[in-house]
Structure formats: C-alpha cells, structure tokens
C-alpha cells in the first residue's frame, strides 16, 4: 500500500475542497470495505484520505414527507434490521441482506455500496494495465469473461458490483450530492454511466463530490417489491445476475412496475420497455415470459457468458410470477 | 508531518495507546504493532473471518479496518474472552464439540459467535449458519461449529 | 463409553491443545516474533514462461528501510536429487528452481527475487523497484495442448520416461507407466455393456486458512533455526539441507501450529528465502505469503483429463476396466497421478484391467499434494462410469458396488493385494442407512432433486518414521514428545494410546509436538500416516514403559520382574495385597530403583496402513432455471478401522466432503488466455461457507486393521474422494444432465442443460 497522509473530516461542507479537483488524489473513506482492498492492491494511489466517519450526523434512516432519507454512513446492517425499511421497502432489505458477509455489511455503508468499484478481476490486479487503469484495453474480451456484461458493455465490460443500488433504482430514488458548490441531488436513473461516457467512472460524481443522502419516494399503497440474487455460494458472493422488480397491484393486474437488472451491466440497468410492457397486465406466465425476454432483448453475450441472458430471464419471470 | 499517528482506545477493557502509519490496518496493528496474536491473517482482504473483531459492539473484519480508526473506541479480540481458568461458554462449547481442527479460524469463529448470541441468544441452525458465512473453516464442514454455536446458546441461556 | 473392550480408546476427551486454540494463545508460524525482525516478501513473475535475461536490484537496495535482496544467485547450484517428503516424490534441483527461479520462470506467480526490510510495507514498496527483464516464451496451461508434438516445452532436457525406461524423447510429459493385468480387450468382448467417457478436472487449491510462513534465524555460529507451521519439520529440514547445501547438524526447525495443510505444507517455499535472506542480513527475517501468493504461488493440486471405459454383463459383474489418467504436474514433473492410477477402480475386482498414468508439465505452479493426491479426479471419472453402468443395467448403484466390490485378498490394479478391508462392510452400511433408506421428496418449488451415490479408496500409507520419547513424572503423569505435526487432533490420539497402553487417561498424558534437535526423525504428517505410525510408536513406548516399570518394581518388591503381572491397568505379584497398583500409584513409588523413568522409541512399522474405503450418499436439489446446486442431505460412510477419537473421526470425514462438495461445486483456477489464474482470492475462488453446506452425518465402520496393535487404519484422506461423482451422479438423478466435467458450477451447469434441453 502506497504511503498516504489520513484527514478526518469535520463537516458535509469542507468535504469537496480537501478532495481536490483531480481525480485519483483523494478518496473518502467511509465503510472502507471496498477502498481498503484498492489501496492494498495499489489500484488506489492516493495521497490523501478523507475520513467521512469523522463528521457527525451522517448516519440515519428517517421516514419525512416526501419519503425516506438514509444518511450516506448508515451501514448495510442497520438498513438490513431496519424495522421501517422491512416493512415499506423490502425490496431495499431483501438486497442489502444479500450483501458479502455479516461483517462486512457492519461496517460497509449504503452510499459505500453504491459507489464502490467494479470486482473484473483485470480491474483488481496489478498485471493488468486495462481501460479503467488508464491503459488501452479490455483484456475481457479476449480473455476470460465468464462474469462479464452480457447489455451496455464497450469498451469496458464491467458489471456493476452493487446489490442495493439496484434496489433502489427500482425504487426510483435518487441521491444527494455535495460539491464545491454546494448540494444538487440527482435520479439513480441518471446517476451511473456506461463506460462509452466514461470509461474511468461508473458514476457521475465529480473528484470533489460525495453522496451525503440517499432519497426514496414514500412507499405506495398495494406496492411490493422483491430482489433476487444468484450466486454460486450462498454468501460473500457477487451477484452472477440478479433483479429487482416492483409492482403495484389492483387485484391480478399490475398498474405499475419497476424492474432493474443488476449484475449483467455496467450500471444497474433499468428496462423501461418491460415496466410498460406490464402496466395493467394480469401477471400470468405467458406475460412473465415474455416480460423477461424482453428484459434480455438487448443482451450481445460475450465468448463465456451467454449463460447469463436464460439465468437472467429465468429470475426475472420469476421475480414477477412471485409479486402477482 | 510525522508519518505516524498516536491513537488511544480500550482494548478488552484495557485502556492502551499505540503509534502507527495510516496505511496499517487494525489487524496488522494488533499483530505486528500490539502483540495481540490472537487474532489471525487469513486472507486480508475480507473474505475469510479469521481477523473478526468486535468494535464498539459490532463484528468486523480487522484487516478492512485502519488502526487510526479506533481511535477513542472500544475493541475486543479473542484474547479478552475468557482465561483458560474460565473459559468462555462458546470456548467451552467449541471444545466440547470438537469444533476445531486446526485451528487457524477458531479465534474468528468464536468471536463471531459471541457477536451473534449478544445479539440473538436463541438462534435456529439457519440463523447460526446466516451470521457465519462470513467465516471461513476449511477443516469441519462446519457441521460441529454449527453445533457447538447451538450448545453455546442454551448453555449461556441455563447459567 | 465403547464397545470395543477399550478404556480410553472410543471415548471423547477434550483434546490437550484445546484451550490454547480457543483463547488465541497458540502460536502458529505467523506469531513468532523475535528481537530485530525484518519482513521478507517475494516477487513474483508476471510471465506465465519466460527466459530471465536480467535482474536489477539497485533502486530497491536503496530504499531506505531495505536490508537485503535475494535471488536464485544466492542459492547454491545442485543437482538432480530424488527425494520422497511423504505426499509427493520430488527432484530437490526443481525445489531449489521453485523457490527462486533460475534461468527460466515457469509459471506466473514463480518466485524470482526476495526482499528484507524492516517492515512488510518497505518490502512491498521494494518489490516495485527490481527491474527484471524478462524474454517472454510460448506457454501451455493445459495438459492435452501440453501432451502435443509442438507444445512449447518447459525443460529441453527434460526426457520422458516411458514404462519406465528413459527415453531420448525432450518432452512436456515426463513419464508414462502402465498398470496391467489380464486381457482388457477379451473382458469388453465379454461384457454386454460396455461405456465409454472422458473427463476433464480444473486445477484446485487445498485452500488452508492460514497462508505459507517462515521465520528464519542464521546466527552467528552458522546455525539455522526456522520457525514453520508446516506438516514435517523433518521434511522441511531436509530440503533446507539440500536447497542450502549446508550440514544438518546445523539446522533445527521448530514447527509452530499448523493452520492447516491438507498436502500443501510439506514442499518449502518461504523457508530456504526467509533462511538466505537472514544469513545475508544478520537478522532474523519473517516472510509470510498473502491470498494471491498462495494460490498462484504455492502447490495447487493437478487438473486432469481421464478417459474411462468399463465393460460388465448383464447380471453386474464387471469384466473389464481401462483408464487413460493425464495429469499436470505444473512446473515440474511429479503430478499425483501415480497415487491417482493406484487408487482409481480399486474399490472393484476387475479381472482385466489397464490403466495408462501420464505426467505432463505445465506452466501453472508445480502441483502438490491435496488430500488423497489424485484419488478424487480418478473417482469423479470411475465413479460416473460405475453409475452409468449400474443405470445401463437396472442395478441399484450400491448393490452394483457390493457385487463387484473386493475383499481381502483381492489383488489392485496396480498389483499389492488388499488386506482386511472394510470395502463390503461400508457400502452395505451405506445400503441399510437411514438416508439410503429414506425417500427423497420432490421439491415444491419446480426444483430438481436427486440422489447420488459413489465410492472411493485410498491406500493410507503404512507408516515411514515416527518417535516418540516419554518421561514419567512423580505423579504418574506422562511427558510425551513427539515429531508429528498435529493439524486435527493428532496430540489427542496418539497420547489417547498411550494412555490405553498404561492404563492411564488422556489428561494424564502431557503431548508436546518439538523441534528436530528434540525428536528422532518422524516423517510428515500425510497420507493419513501420522495416527497409524506415531501411535504405533505410542504404543511401542507404553510397552517398553511397562517392561521398564516391572523392572523397578521388581527392585521395590524384592521379586522377579518376570513374576509381576500387567493386567487392566494394575501392576500385581501374584495375590500379594501390598504388592499391586496402578501405573499412576505406584510411578512415584520407585524412587531410588534407577533414577527418572524414560522412554524413547523409534518406529517404523512394515505392515499395512490399511486402506480406507468411502461410500457417500447425497442428496441435492438443482435450481434448473440458474444451474445453482444445493446439497440438502449428505451422509459419509467410511471403514475408519478403530476410531480412537470419534468425534476427530467423524471431523475428517466431515471435513473431507466439504472440501470435496467445493472442488464438485465451486473451486477452481481460472486461466486467463495470458496463462495468469484470474481469480486468486477468496473472493473468486469460492470455497464453501456455512450456507452452503448441511450437517454432515457420519456412519463409522470399525473394520480394525490387523497391522496396528489398536486396529488403526488413516481416515483423514479418502473422505474427498467420493464427493464429486456422488453429486454428478445426484445432479444426473435430479436434471437428466451428466456432468463431465468440474466445477459444475452454475455457469457450466446452466450451459450444460440449455444444450440437452
């Protein structure tokens, strides 16, 4: 691990200027569960590291108004006990419980969760000079790509690492983001972006920004929402693909939908089309079927992994087959 | 600027301060910096449990974690659980089981348990299973942890 | 407590190095921490082949903090020397070559150069600094590329030795035997069924939790104390004396506790760098492996490809049987597909039967031992075969087994007879059980379940070196050394005989595991050796202790020692009131009849080790929409002679499958197309967690060993063997879809079934 110079934090406000404007200089530090790996495998060089745990008050789940707010320090295991969040946003607690291991999910934190980085095991190592290390290529695609994207990958074939922000995508939250200039919030919508917009980032945040809130709208009535994850061990595993889906109901007919498919992409990837295709269908089998064809409409497999696009479809009817 | 940080915490009860870098990890600051051997090296990158820790109440894998970030906290590690005159109930239990085989894991293990019975002194089989997944044991199959975790809690539970 | 007529034998103590291992005191090698330490890492070659041309230290040896580098230059230059360590036979020139590469790096991952510093993180940052030139060559990292005319070679002056004559031919496969008896070809003319399959195994890693450690002290006498967790500290010794050239009267080796080894811990790696770099420094210097070392720079176990044919008729018997076995050896010859031919088929009488072993070189790291070395890829082919033929023939899988199943007298494959096994015991147990017998409900949900079974064998090796030396204290109770290396309880067992032989209990025996300055030799513990032998030597010493004591009794009592009697634990003389007692009472009583009671013995039995048959019995459930396999019930069966102590007993067994259900399941390296594994964690290489596994049950067979005093045969290997044919042969049950090939993980599952769908 490369020497670095540790900072604690004492507000929201000072945050962007001690992050400095280029991007590489400085990371924050908050669960570390993800940073602490990078900087041990020399994939993070900073010089500084800005410690968030240090400003008070960032860690909360609070239902308002407008919805719920989950400050960017809440670890994953408050959010997986959360009463609150068990009953209104399950779909929220189903992913975070699916998360790594106990201990991790002790100390890893919502906004940790979403912004860490990519696990292509070119990325994590060091022999390995790839696009998102600042070299030319994706040894993915002429190597081993078994766990790779299956839609929206090219140049970088990254998937996107996060259980919860898939989650939350289909709870169309948003996130609060503090820069130099003060707060602006954005869409998770609009939040990530494919490597084709920027291969060095899976996020729009900028070097002197950082999530300071997470924002779900309130819950609807008859709204129920379900994660599933596949993996090949039970715990600590990434997903291999995973979605999740909300659905608001009147009797057998779905009225609105949601539907988000992690683990197969760059960015959790939302299916518009699909949540169409389903508002004011009576879920049968046949819709779910072809619900999750069309989910993996725009799915260009790559040599090892066109597995993925029936694993996908196969959870994605089910997922729906399972609210109904 | 010095390169190295001062830090105060408790360490299972004790009140203790230490110097080190910022790039040191909790573990390796127990280990190398501490002495406290206890707790083990198993992969260091937070999949295997064997450097599980307790932190101001919660289970976590030390080598995740900076030493500087203990500053001012309370910590406990394998070695502030029980004495071989009074062992721990989930040491006994562990023993009793024959739970261990070569023991690497073990010190993780059991204060894992001790996070999970703290918190849950009943659990079923699957809840035991869910709160150690995130410990590796290579020798056992797990089938006499698991067991012994199970014992531990009704042993806690009739003292 | 037991059945068996034994005091202590059977019964369940606390094992002695219990307490230290709950309460963190046990040092393992990791712990050891000496005054003046400096930290040691390796740096490893990025190439998966390649010629090194140069290696510039300079900018390293000028960080501050950085003591000394060592490279293959320090290491003296020997030659070809065989050597058997236990597990695995190896050539102590490619020793040498594994631990800091010369010439040549043969796999990505090869050790090329060493740091001290005086902190892990100096030596890291040093690494960073050497500049090595590397001249990239071709590489091959599988075993049938490797086998072919035009594979690049790993050694050009590597010859093959074919049936056991050297040949002239410069090749990536270093040996070819045979195995041979009867006429195969006139057997398949005889079967009425006859199936034929290929296999191919992934290279898989034993996965211990604690990485590979040295600490090494060169004084200034010359001497050289290592500090190891390791399976033989004699083993390692032997190789230091041989890599170091230097005498062994000058190097004593301590092992520390073992994190487990399961086979990987008898080769050094760190030992003889650790050693160099302390000569070189004047102080001790630790070295231990990350994760990543581990994996790509240790000793995984062999990928394989087999191709098996068997031929039976219709009322089941098995007529003829052959197998083509390739297996990597990685860098260097010495694969464990010799151990793999002599245990593939053995669980059958096959009055015609060849197998064909090959050991090929490969650009991965040179194989090791793991757990009954090469029985589990040879079982995963046999034992499908084996299904396959029972289905083919509407014969119940175990019933097939029993039919053809041998008994003593029956001759291997590979030659040696069998003694009295437990082969038809352990299958019909498996037969009656209550999982056999208990029937495997559908699922609910549109899951796939199926029940699977099949068998293996290990040879257990018949013992080697072991000693022991006692000393009695005044209060009876014993002082016992010993070389072995306790990795599961061993301490427990061997004194438990001890203890047996004098009457005693287990808390009377006080185990100590002692350096090499300490012991008489004791070979490693492996291949399931160390309860057999070193409790052979236990006993040995009980009874030499008892002849000893009716000698000093006889000077006490004023009688011939050839008139006192050893009986159930009391020493008498005739029915003499006053003349009787238990080793304990009367161990204090001798004083002035010829100073301390001691004893030292040293063994090396020529009977069989026994082998050890398995039967397992699984049940799993398939997701048939994500390829995902849940094992929902599985029950090991195992012939394990005399359990000494059950609950270890069953621990191996259950142990055993869980490494067995990951290399079916999960556990692999996977190769890059630059001959780099890409999943050098514990992250991506995926190891079962507690949610991934059931209770184990166990069925111990006690089928004594007539080679052993107490009737001990080894149980620690041949559990791993049967697990991944029992799960293909379940998934078949389950989906309709054979398994060829492992892992079946959901990826190769998932695909595997779209194809049959």
């Known amino acids: ?324 | ?159 | 407590m037991s059945t068996n007529g034994y005091k202590v034998i059977g019964s369940r103590p606390i094992r002695h190095d219990g307490v230290d291992k709950v309460t963190g005191r046990a040092k393992y090698g990791a712990d050891v921490q000496l005054t003046g330490m400096l930290y040691g890492k390796v740096l490893r070659s990025p190439h998966p082949h390649a010629k090194l041309k140069g290696i510039d230290t300079s900018k390293a040896e000028a960080l501050p903090g950085v003591k000394a580098i060592a490279t293959a230059a320090d290491l003296p230059q020997i030659a070809d020397k065989i050597a058997d360590l236990g597990e695995a036979v190896v050539n102590l020139r490619d020793s040498s070559n594994n631990v800091l590469a010369y010439g040549k790096v043969l796999y990505r991952g090869h050790a090329v150069a060493a740091v001290a510093a005086t902190s892990r993180h100096i030596a890291a940052e040093a690494l960073e600094l050497i500049q090595v030139e590397y001249e990239p060559l071709p590489h091959v990292t599988s075993v049938l590329e490797a086998m072919k005319d035009d594979a690049p070679i790993l050694h050009e002056d590597l010859k093959m030795t074919e049936m056991g004559e050297e040949t002239d031919k410069v090749s990536n496969i270093a040996n070819h035997f045979q195995h041979k008896q009867g006429d195969p070809e006139a057997g398949f003319t005889e079967a009425d069924m006859v199936i034929e399959r290929e296999f191919e195994t992934a290279t898989v890693h034993q996965g211990y939790i604690e990485p590979h450690n040295a600490t090494a002290e060169w004084n200034e006498e010359g001497h050289l104390t290592l500090y190891t967790s390791t399976q033989g500290a004699f083993s390692v010794r032997d190789q230091l004396v041989e890599i170091l050239q230097i005498p062994v009267s000058k190097v004593t080796v301590v092992p520390m506790e073992i994190g487990g080894g399961f086979g990987g811990k008898i080769s050094v790696y760190l030992a003889p760098v650790a050693a160099v770099l302390s000569r070189k420094t004047g102080h001790p210097v630790q070295m231990t492996m990350d994760r990543d070392e581990v994996f790509i720079g240790s000793g995984p176990t062999a990928a394989s490809y087999l191709k098996i044919k068997m031929g039976a008729t219709n009322d089941g018997r098995i007529t003829a049987a052959t197998a083509y076995m390739a297996y990597e050896a990685g860098a260097y010859p010495g694969s464990p597909v010799g151990a793999g031919a002599g245990c593939i088929l053995t669980p059958y009488r096959i009055p015609n039967v060849q197998i064909d072993g090959y050991d090929v070189c490969v650009n991965k790291p040179k194989s090791n031992a793991y757990r009954a070395p090469g029985a589990t890829n040879a079982a995963f082919g046999s034992e499908t075969v084996v299904d396959e033929l029972a289905e083919a023939l509407g014969i119940d899988p175990l019933e097939f087994r029993i039919k053809n199943g041998v008994t003593e007298g029956d001759r291997r494959p590979d030659g040696p007879e069998h003694p009295r096994i437990g082969c038809i015991e352990t299958t019909e147990a498996a037969k009656s059980s209550a999982h056999y017998g208990a029937s495997l409900e559908p699922s609910s949900d549109g899951k796939l379940r199926g029940r699977g079974v099949a068998s293996g064998y290990w040879f257990n090796f018949n013992g080697g070196r072991s000693a022991i030396s006692v000393s009695v204290n005044d209060d009876g109770s014993i002082n016992m050394l010993e070389g072995s290396t306790d990795i599961g309880g061993s301490r427990a067992s061997i004194s438990m005989m001890l203890a047996e032989t004098l009457g005693l209990s287990a808390k009377d025996i006080n185990p100590r595991v002692v350096d090499t300055d300490a012991i008489g030799y004791t070979d490693a513990t492996g291949g399931s050796r160390t309860t057999f032998a070193t409790g052979y030597a236990a006993h040995a010493t009980g009874k030499a202790l008892i002849c000893e004591m009716k000698k000093r009794l006889a000077q006490a009592w004023e009688v011939s020692a050839d008139a006192i009697d050893f009986k159930d634990g009391l020493f008498s003389y005739k029915n003499d009131e006053e003349k009787r007692g238990t080793f304990k009472e009367l161990s204090g009583k001798i004083g002035g009849t010829g100073g301390p009671l001691v004893a030292q013995i040293s063994t090396q039995p020529d009977g069989s080790g026994g082998g050890a048959f398995a039967t397992h019995i699984v049940d799993v459930e398939v997701d048939p929409e994500t390829g995902k396999v849940d094992i929902l019930r599985y029950t090991a069966v195992q012939d394990v002679g005399t359990a000494i102590h059950p609950s270890y007993v069953e621990g191996q067994l259950q142990g055993g499958v869980a490494q067995g259900v990951g290399w079916a399941l999960n556990e692999e390296y996977i190769y890059n197309t630059d001959g780099g594994m890409t999943n050098s964690s514990f992250l991506d290489y995926r190891m079962p967690t507690s949610l991934d596994l059931p209770m184990i049950e166990t069925i111990l067979v006690e089928v004594p060993n007539v080679s052993h005093p107490y009737g001990v045969r080894g149980v620690g290997e041949v559990p791993i063997v049967p697990p991944p044919a029992a799960i293909a042969n379940a998934i078949y049950r389950a989906t309709g879809t054979r398994m060829y090939e492992l892992p079946m993980s959901p990826p190769r599952l998932a695909s595997q079934m779209a194809k049959n769908a």
């Open chain 1, 1 to 324: 691990m490369k020497k670095f110079a540790y900072i604690d934090a004492t507000s929201v406000d000072t945050v962007p200027s001690l992050l400095g404007r280029r991007f590489g200089q400085a990371q924050v530090l908050a669960g570390g569960t993800d940073l602490v790996g990078e900087l041990k495998e020399y994939i993070a060089t900073p010089d500084r590291v800005v410690n968030l745990k240090s400003i008070p008050g960032l860690d909360y789940i609070r239902q308002e108004d407008d919805g719920l707010k989950i400050g960017p320090l809440t670890t994953l295991a408050d959010i997986e006990t959360s009463t609150l969040i068990n009953d209104q946003y399950s779909v929220l607690q189903q992913a975070v419980s699916a998360i790594a291991s106990p201990q991790i999910r002790n100390v890893g934190t919502i906004a940790g969760n979403i912004c860490q980085r990519p696990r292509c095991w070119y990325y994590r190592s060091e022999d390995f000079d790839c696009l998102k290390n600042g070299g030319d290529t994706c040894y993915s695609v002429r190597g081993v790509n078994r766990y790779h994207a299956i839609i929206g990958g090219g140049p970088c074939y990254i998937v996107h690492p996060s259980d919860s922000a898939v989650a939350l995508m289909s709870l169309n939250a948003s996130v609060k983001i503090q820069g130099p200039r003060g707060p602006r919030e954005e869409m998770l919508d609009d939040f990530f972006v494919l490597p084709e917009l920027n291969i060095m980032r899976e996020n729009g945040l900028r070097a002197n920004e950082f999530v300071t809130e997470i924002i779900v709208p309130a819950s609807k009535p008859n709204t129920k929402g379900i994660y599933v994850k596949v993996r090949e061990r039970d715990a600590i595993d990434f997903a291999m693909a995973s979605v999740a889906v909300t659905m608001t109901m009147s009797g057998n007919t779905c009225s609105e939908a949601t539907v988000v498919l992690g683990g197969v992409a760059p960015v959790p990837w939302r299916v518009p089309d699909v949540e169409q295709f389903l508002q004011g269908k009576q879920i049968t089998e046949d819709v779910a079927s072809a619900a999750a064809e069309m989910a993996l409409r725009e799915a260009d497999p790559m040599s090892d992994n066109s597995y993925k696009i029936e694993m996908t479809q196969n959870i994605v009817s089910q997922a729906i087959l399972d609210l109904a």
């Open chain 2, 1 to 159: 600027m010095s390169s190295k940080v001062h830090v105060q915490a408790r360490i299972n009860g004790d009140d203790v301060e230490f110097l080190c870098e910022p790039r040191q990890s909790l573990l390796e600051v127990l280990r190398d910096v501490l002495g406290y051997t206890g707790t083990k090296e198993g992969c260091n990158n937070g999949n295997c449990g064997a450097c599980s820790v307790i932190l101001e109440g919660r289970l976590v894998n030390s080598c995740l974690v900076f030493g500087f970030e203990i500053q001012g906290k309370e910590l406990q590690t394998i070695e502030g659980m029980g004495s071989p005159e009074e062992l721990h109930p989930v040491q006994q239990q562990f023993l009793e089981n024959a739970a261990l085989q070569c023991g690497i894991c073990t010190p993780g293990f059991i204060v894992s348990t001790k996070a999970l019975l703290d918190k849950n002194p009943d659990p079923t089989e699957a809840e035991v299973r869910y709160w150690l997944a995130g410990n590796l044991c290579r020798c056992t199959g797990y089938d006499k942890i698991v067991r012994a975790v199970l014992d531990a809690a009704k042993a806690i539970k009739n003292s």
